[in-house]
């Protein structure tokens, strides 16, 4: 997707903060952090959201959430994270490439919305 921001920052177009990348993922840490540990993990594959799944191999999407387990691991969140995916207008999704946020290092709201 030409005029993707995520397709740009994987292609290197826009430089990003790595914390993890493999074939099918890459994984950089959030421009705007909402808790210490803020990380999005996106499939290289563009889809513009979790709607679209079905249009990923099982292979990027098994990629996806085996590299947020991973992840979580990387940064030491052993007391917890929340994984979020915005889908659509209604989540307020800015971003129409799909993505998982990893929220941790810190108490999350017991309010989930
Ligand atoms: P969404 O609102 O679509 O669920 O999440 C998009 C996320 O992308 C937001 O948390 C926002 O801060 C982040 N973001 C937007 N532009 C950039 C950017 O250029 N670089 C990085 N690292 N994150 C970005
Ligand atoms: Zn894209």
Redesign the pocket.
Known sequence: MENC??CK?IKGE????RVYENDQVYA???????APV?V?VVPKTHVASVSEIDLLSDEDVAACLRAVSLIARQESLSGGYRV???CGPD???????L?F?ILGGRRMSDQMA
């Open positions: 921001l995520f920052i826009i430089p990003s903060a950089f840490k959030d421009i705007n952090p909402q803020h999005l979020i995916s915005n989540a307020c999704q800015s971003v129409p490439h993505h946020h």
